[in-house]
């Protein structure tokens, strides 16, 4: 049982029972290692005891910019979607979960499988906005996740908000909205960093402070096997550790190991005097201690925290300098130590580390050199990988080759990574987050090793900043152009791209046709023709006919407005332009069906116009 937080639990457990629609979430908030997850824990095993229904999901360091990761990955235990499962049999079950909650599957379908990268041929996808897809996303996942308890008020626990992704934590804040309290109870977890404007007036704040000595000495007994401890062992442990519950438990740890108890009258006291007994001054340092008594084995746990605090025991082996025999063997005694803990068993092994400050401490206990060298060799794994799974870990690819100092290849792959979230239509902000790390890598390569820097890759960056930009935050904001122009200054000292100039030329033109500057616009309209026909794509060829229909538009040219739609209709694919809208989310033959009405109009034609 959780010592000292009895209060605690017992006002979670009465929030579960109530039946009241406009409740609150439950935000248990504290400093590392104060007891947050031991307190959910408990909290979970009583619901569950009680015939509850709980479903519980994690952020982790790792993945924060990987949009809706910790709620997409409670969605595929939930449905017993597995990693390795084929596409059809994926799709078959998401189709059958949407039907059960009441979506429109046609609809539905096609936008949640485009989040496993899933094509779907049964259903056509139509193009919608950024900002109905958001809307219709979230609420697919809400009627998802309220299905879960089946009639029964459940709770619904996520932990480590300070570790959240922006895409997941705007989904939060709209279940909260929704008033949803007498469904399930959202139990969530962060440490004080985690501050954010609207979860103020949603979440009830259960703020843990430290243990007192009265709570100390039964935490401290519980890890000495029950056996009281005397009051001079207490007053140290106190002391010390100002009432952090895992830095009690791991200093008892430490003097019970190091042989600085002795057991007289089936008590424990201290062998010297409290004056006598050197204690590492930080939480880490402690953790730090007692990982270095593991000896060789002190090698595995600092690659397995390379890694991240979840990692998988295939890419623990494959990325060891040790035999698999003898990782397995160091990760049996991690276990009986309680360092980490075997999660499950989909795909393989998985573990986790105890605590995130476990794991903290075993990556700080290497030098530079070596953690290269680790991050290096994961690196290499993962890549290997991809011929099975061209898109999974992009993001984890991209940050050990960063973490290597393997520049050209952490770029590489952050811009992947980047194009990839940008592609879920919702992941703008994780998007432009992975765009900014490979511009900052470019910046350095620029002063540094220039001999790896190469500029089409930073045009191309600066374009998909700003197709970023627009998608997030609208045409009008100032960054855009800037990187447009700058992506300009760039191709101009290299040779011919005719897909970037594509995308500068139609990027800087959607600016230009913010501001109303006919003139440039029409300037951009000739570079993009004449980059359009050198590629011979007839994609790039409608976006041309597009743009260069409302130009003359407002340029007042409305039959010569009406002849570019039409070349923009017989150029179009509309099937294809469905399945992969371009970049600033706007359509070509919806763009200009509605171009040509209005100059029907200025021309007199009204009924054509309508039609």
């Known amino acids: 049982a959780t ?18 629609p406009d409740q609150k979430g439950i935000l248990v908030r504290g400093q590392a290692g104060i007891g947050k997850s031991k307190l959910i824990y408990e909290v979970k095993q009583q619901v569950l005891k009680a015939g509850g229904v709980v479903h519980h999901c994690r952020c982790l360091p790792e993945y ?17 979607i597995q990693e390795t499962a084929k596409d059809s049999a994926i799709v078959a079950k998401l189709e059958q979960a949407l039907f059960a909650v009441g979506c429109d599957v046609a609809l539905s379908l096609p936008i949640l499988c485009s989040w496993f990268s899933i094509p779907v041929k049964k259903y056509t996808s139509y193009p919608i906005s950024h900002e109905k897809r958001m809307k219709m996303i979230l609420e ?43 469904k399930c109870l959202l139990l969530l977890s962060a440490r004080p960093q985690f501050t954010s404007d609207w979860i103020t007036g949603l979440v009830e704040a259960i703020e843990l402070s430290p243990l007192d000595k009265r709570d100390i000495k039964p935490l401290v007994e519980s890890v ?41 009258n089936n008590t424990y006291e201290l062998i010297d005097t409290i004056e006598e007994i050197e204690v590492p001054p930080t939480l880490t340092g402690l953790l730090q201690t007692r990982l270095e008594s593991i000896g060789v084995a002190m090698e595995t746990a600092q690659l397995a925290a390379t890694i991240g605090r979840e990692f998988s025991h295939d890419l623990l082996v494959k990325s060891s300098l040790k035999d698999e025999a003898l990782v397995q063997a160091d990760l049996d005694l991690f276990l009986k130590a309680n360092i980490i803990y075997r999660r499950r068993k989909v795909n393989g092994t998985r573990y986790m580390f105890s605590h995130a400050l476990i794991s903290d401490a075993a990556f700080q206990s290497m030098t530079t050199k070596p953690k290269k060298q680790a991050h290096h060799r994961i690196a290499l794994t993962l890549k290997q990988e991809l011929k099975k799974h061209p898109k999974r870990n992009i ?97 101009e000292d290299t040779t011919s791209n005719h897909q970037l100039e594509f995308a500068l030329a139609k990027g800087m033109w959607i600016y230009e046709c913010t501001q109303g500057n006919v003139i440039e616009m029409s300037k951009l309209t000739e570079k993009m023709t004449k980059a359009s026909k050198a590629l011979q794509n007839n994609s790039y060829l409608a976006q041309t006919y597009d743009c260069l229909s409302q130009t003359q538009f407002f340029e007042g040219d409305f039959e010569g407005c009406i ?49």
Not at 66 to 80: T, V
């Open 224 to 264: 000495l096997d029950g056996i009281e401890v005397s009051d001079e062992v207490l007053q140290l442990i106190s002391e010390r550790t100002d009432g952090v519950a895992l830095y009690a438990e791991e200093l008892t740890y430490m003097l019970y190991e190091k042989k600085m108890l002795k057991l007289v």
């Open 64 to 80: 924060q910019n990987n949009a809706l990761h910790p709620i997409f990955e409670m969605i595929k235990r939930h449905l017993d």
């Open 140 to 182: 697919i996942l809400e009627k998802l996740i309220l299905d879960i308890g089946k009639q029964r008020k459940f709770v619904f626990i996520i932990e480590d908000l300070h570790w959240i992704d922006p895409t997941s934590e705007s989904f939060l804040q709209q279940l909260l909205q929704q008033h949803v309290g007498d």
């Open 395 to 491: 993001q984890r690819l991209a940050h050990h080759f960063h973490e290597a100092d393997k520049y050209k290849e952490a770029v590489k792959f952050y811009n992947i990574a980047a194009d990839i979230e940008m592609q879920k239509k919702l992941g703008h902000a994780e998007s432009l987050n992975l765009t900014n790390k490979a511009l900052s890598i470019i910046e350095l390569l620029k002063m540094n090793a220039p001999e790896d820097y190469d500029n089409l890759v930073e045009a191309n960056l600066r374009i998909h900043k700003a197709a970023v930009l627009t998608n997030k935050s609208g045409w009008s904001h100032p960054e855009i152009i800037e990187n447009y122009r700058q992506a300009r200054d760039v191709l």
């Open 563 to 611: 002849q570019s739609c039409q070349l923009c209709y017989s150029t179009y694919d509309q099937e294809q332009g469905r399945q992969k809208l371009v970049t600033d989310g706007l359509d070509p033959y919806i763009v200009c069906k509605s171009f040509e009405a209005l100059a029907r109009l200025f021309l007199g034609q009204v009924d054509r116009a309508i039609h």
């Open 3 to 20: 010592i000292g937080r009895d209060q605690e639990i017992k006002i979670i457990l009465d929030r579960w029972k109530q039946k009241n």
